[in-house]
Structure formats: structure tokens, C-alpha cells
């Protein structure tokens, strides 16, 4: 595992593995797909976190509006991928 440096009061989240369901799907069923998966997304683990961060723990449970996630950057690391959020994105933390 690669040791990163978050900045500022940024958090990544590890993204849950994609289901493959072995189907060749149109770009436009692929997106909606897409959506549906994140907003079953209901806990994301935290990864790492900024060093501006306050509040959050890497391990935490967090909460992400479907929309935030939608919208989210998504940073490669140890080759997987991650979502990168503002702090402030993070509704619920358990």
C-alpha cells in the first residue's frame, strides 16, 4: 500500500467493487445502472483523510447524498478506485 498525503479538508472514500453481470449493455443502460448502484450506496468506509480534516476517522462509516456521489472525482490508488468528497459532503458518520 502506497502512503498518500490527502490535503486540505478532503476525504476519500473507497468505492464499493462494481457488479459485473457479464452483459453487454447499451452506454445509456450502462449509466443507468451506474446510478442505481450509487444511490444503493447507503455506507462507504472512509480511507484516508486531509490533513484539515476534524471530525471524520479513517475507518469511519460515512453518508453521501446519491447526488455527491454521483458527481464525485474519482481518484485511482493501489489500483482501485476511490471517491474524492469535500468534508462538508459527509451527512452521517458511524
Not at 4 to 10: E, F, N, T, V
Not at 41 to 53: P, Y
Not at 65 to 92: C, G, N, Y
Request: hydrophobic share 45%.
Amino acid at each position: 500500500m502506497s502512503i498518500i498525503k490527502l490535503r486540505g479538508s478532503r476525504v476519500l472514500l473507497n468505492c464499493p467493487p462494481r457488479k459485473d453481470l457479464g452483459l453487454h449493455l447499451t452506454e445509456e443502460a450502462q449509466k443507468e445502472l451506474l446510478i442505481k448502484q450509487l444511490t444503493e450506496m447507503t455506507s462507504l468506509d472512509v480511507f484516508a483523510i486531509g490533513d484539515a480534516v476534524t471530525d471524520i476517522e479513517v475507518g469511519d462509516k460515512v453518508y453521501i447524498s446519491p447526488s455527491t456521489i454521483m458527481h464525485a472525482e474519482l481518484v485511482d490508488v493501489d489500483a482501485s478506485q476511490k471517491f474524492l468528497i469535500r468534508e462538508m459532503d459527509v451527512v452521517l458518520i458511524w
